[in-house]
């Protein structure tokens, strides 16, 4: 399986830039993802990765195969970049059964009928669509019609799949069930997954690595887990996790790797992980809401603004000396609006420089 690097790609449409000098290496059989606003440049990468868009600057190699490189004036199709595109519509032909749509690409490409047959009966049984092989799309559902459309994309076996947000026409249940399917599908294909979404729980439960985008910009691109508990900026730790992180305006008086912090009526001591470099005093203090603990020993006092409980857990709107801070709590619990709370901090928090909206450190923040 390939690896797949972009060296100082840039794409401009006009006097836009759609993609800005990106650097990015997609290891082998990883599941990479995508992710960011609408118009932060994440399918027009991939269009390019894919051969189906054509960079500004930058090259682009697959396996160790130059595909584009603007200095050199090589530009390869995508057919001859050996990758597999999945479209958000799937784009499944209405006339032909589920197995013809399998089938259709290895036919132009020449391939023997028994050799067909062997690798369309082989796709049916990894997606568990034997049974829809006499149907057509007209008569599946949208799930059912998704995976014929993976499996069709995987029958010529192409080195890399490419998929543009194809779980977005299906109902959340769906999506879920899918979500397994994908991530199962690629253990067993063992093939090198690009992903794009907007949907950053699709990003956080998916990939391997998430490439987070804004305005053509990479922010960040680390595996998931990380990138929630490190985020490299404001705009990613907002971006990441549902519901978002606790943003409070403070100042912070530094000395070395601890810092005494004043935030939204609050003061804190905060204990980072290694030196804190600050521009000036002004910090953002991020907090993730299940970090926020409601207890009854809790060292400050709240009142409850309000209270969204969904079964699992509870996110409960705290009013802090005027102050909002999100937490949540996990159970079937509930509290009536306007009463009154403890709560405690647990875990980490991050200070972000106000002025250039940089994590400058992560550490434990005690109120005091």
Not at 201 to 228: F, H, N
Not at 265 to 271: D, E, N, P, Q, V
């Amino acid at each position: 399986m390939p690896e797949i690097i972009l060296k100082n790609v840039t794409k401009r449409f006009g006097k836009f830039v759609a993609v800005d000098n990106l650097n990015l290496v997609i290891e082998n059989n990883a599941f990479i993802t995508l992710l960011g606003p609408s118009g932060c440049g994440k399918t027009t990468t991939l269009r390019m990765i894919a051969g189906l868009e054509t960079p500004t600057e930058g090259s682009i190699s697959i396996d160790g195969k130059v595909v584009f490189d603007a200095d050199q004036g090589i530009n390869l199709p995508p057919n001859k970049r050996d990758v597999g595109f999945l479209f958000q519509n799937y784009a499944l032909w209405p006339h032909m059964t589920v197995y013809q749509n399998i089938a259709f690409g290895l036919e132009n490409l020449k391939w023997d009928k028994k050799r067909i047959a062997d690798r369309v009966h082989e796709l049916l049984g990894m997606l568990r669509i034997e049974q829809f092989e006499k149907r057509y799309p007209s008569e599946l559902s949208g799930g059912q019609q998704q995976r014929v459309a993976i499996a069709r994309t995987l029958a010529p076996g192409p080195k890399v799949l490419f998929m543009d947000e194809p779980l977005s026409n299906l109902d959340a249940k769906l999506r879920m069930e899918m979500r397994t399917e994908l991530k199962r599908l690629h253990r067993d294909t063992d093939s090198t997954f690009v992903y794009v979404t907007h949907d950053q729980l699709e990003a956080m439960t998916l990939s391997t690595r998430v490439c987070i985008m804004d305005t053509g910009v990479l922010q960040q691109y680390v595996p998931p887990l990380e990138m929630y508990a490190n985020p490299a900026n404001l705009f990613v730790a907002d971006f990441m996790g549902n519901p978002t992180m606790n943003f409070i305006d403070g100042t912070a008086d530094v000395k070395g790797n601890t810092a005494e912090v004043t935030f939204g009526g609050l003061k804190g001591s905060f204990a980072a992980d290694a030196s804190i470099a600050l521009s000036g005093k002004e910090v953002v203090v991020g907090i993730r809401p299940e970090y926020i603990r409601i207890d009854d020993d809790g060292a400050m006092e709240a009142a409850v603004y309000s209270t969204l409980p969904s079964g699992m857990e509870t996110t409960v709107r705290l009013n802090v000396n005027g102050t909002q801070l999100t937490a949540v709590v996990f159970g079937d619990v509930d509290y009536p609006v306007d009463s009154k709370v403890r709560f405690d901090l647990t875990k980490t928090a991050i200070l972000f420089d106000k002025a250039t909206g940089k994590n400058v450190a992560r550490g434990t923040l005690k109120l005091l």
